[in-house]
Nanobody, 124 residues
Framework: QVQLVESGGGLVQAGGSLRLSCAAS????????MGWFRQAPGKERGFVAA????????YYADSVKGRFTISRDNAKNTVYLQMNSLKPEDTAVYYC?????????????????WGQGTQVTVSS
């Protein structure tokens, strides 16, 4: 049974930073790409960032490029999302997801396991 557990969400003022973590279990973590998605109230779930199995390739949505950084520690079976210069429009529930493949992108269909999500709220 694959489990993904996110943590690190919370309330932060605009311009602040948060680091999200996603701890994985139940499969060989280092064999699969990972991604972060987010869903704001009344909106569809959207892509944020993705990272390849080794961490050597990363991919970002234009809206977060230059502000967010995705990384992974395969020894700890954990993927991270460092979020800097946060804006109110970044407010959402953030989900991590495990890809079916070594390299993953922005299509939710590429991912077969999802976490429960962690709330990020950015106040103005």
């Amino acid at each position: 049974q694959v489990q993904l557990v996110e943590s690190g969400g919370g309330l932060v003022q605009a311009g602040g930073s948060l680091r999200l973590s996603c701890a994985a279990s139940g499969r060989t973590f280092s064999s699969y790409g990972m991604g972060w998605f987010r869903q704001a109230p009344g909106k569809e779930r959207g892509f944020v960032a993705a990272i390849s199995w080794s961490g050597g390739t990363t991919y970002y949505a234009d809206s977060v490029k230059g502000r967010f950084t995705i990384s992974r520690d395969n020894a700890k079976n954990t993927v991270y999302l460092q979020m800097n210069s946060l804006k109110p429009e970044d407010t959402a529930v953030y989900y991590c997801a495990s890809s079916r493949r070594k390299y993953s992108g922005s299509d939710p269909g590429e991912y077969d396991y999802w976490g429960q999500g962690t709330q990020v709220t950015v106040s103005s």
